[in-house]
Nanobody, 122 residues
């Protein structure tokens, strides 16, 4: 069964450092990563990893604050979020793509999790 399952989305205060796990079931793709969608805004790429080489890509808005990593032994993708800001509030999705140059483009991703809500209060 092909499935991505996110968790870890809880209310957090600005400056907090939660980590979001994404359990991966039956998925093998070129890219895996995290996207977010805030109310009234388009879905955007946050942090992705080119699975084979471990190369990572980040949105400018999260560079230096967020870290994407993969634990192959436990089939889990993580998003470590540090120094959270209220503008980071969004639904966060884990996704996978077979497209070699997918990087941060959500259109290139064909497998999605159900999402987990992160709300950052000031």
């Amino acid at each position: 069964q092909v499935q991505l399952v996110e968790s870890g989305g809880d209310p957090v205060q600005a400056g907090g450092s939660p980590r979001l796990p994404c359990e991966v079931f039956g998925v093998r793709r070129e890219y895996m990563g995290w996207f977010r969608e805030a109310p009234g805004k388009e879905r955007e790429g946050v942090a992705v990893i080119y699975v084979v080489l471990g190369t990572t890509y980040y949105a400018d808005s999260v560079k230096g604050r967020f870290t994407v990593s993969q634990d192959n032994a436990n089939n889990t993708l993580y998003l470590q979020m540090d120094s959270l800001k209220p503008e980071d509030t969004a639904m966060y999705y884990c996704a996978a793509s077979i497209v070699r140059l997918a990087r941060l483009n959500p259109v290139a991703y064909d497998i999605w999790g159900q999402g987990t809500q992160v709300t950052v209060s000031s």
